[in-house]
């Protein structure tokens, strides 16, 4: 019964925003990190962003989106969120969201994953 639905991708031109939501459901939210991780065809999957479950809701991004992404969540609503400025073309890809019952790592251990979004960044 664990769901995990990632919603709000699709085409951006570059430069742009867009906007991505992660409704989740069957497990206790609050008390889990999340994450966001993307996938292009032929490899493997790429951190992204994670947010704490602690009060604190410590943030850590990769290299690559630090300063144009960021993550946030809702715990009211069971959802996180990943903002995403200044597009560019690479960060095409299919967008998961991921949940951890425990510390936010930037790994891809994470007990809970989404179906995916696909964010397409036209140049």
Do not use: H
């Not at 664990?2 to 989740?24: H, I, P, R, Y």
């Not at 999957?45 to 969540?73: K, L, N, P, Q």
């Not at 715990?75 to 560019?88: C, G, I, V, W």
């Amino acid at each position: 019964q664990v769901q995990l639905v990632e919603s709000g991708g699709g085409l951006a031109q570059a430069g742009g925003s867009l906007s991505l939501s992660c409704t989740a459901s069957g497990f206790t939210f609050s008390r889990y990190s999340m994450a966001w991780f993307r996938q292009v065809p032929g490899k493997e999957r790429e951190f992204v962003a994670t947010i704490s479950s602690t009060w604190r809701a410590s943030t850590y991004y990769a290299d690559s989106v630090e300063g144009r992404f960021t993550i946030t969540r809702d715990n009211a609503k069971n959802t996180a969120y990943l903002q995403m400025n200044s597009l560019k073309p690479e960060d095409t890809a299919v967008y998961f969201c991921a949940a951890r019952n425990g510390v936010a790592v930037r790994a891809n251990s994470y007990d809970y994953w989404g179906q995916g979004t696909q964010v397409t960044v036209s140049s």
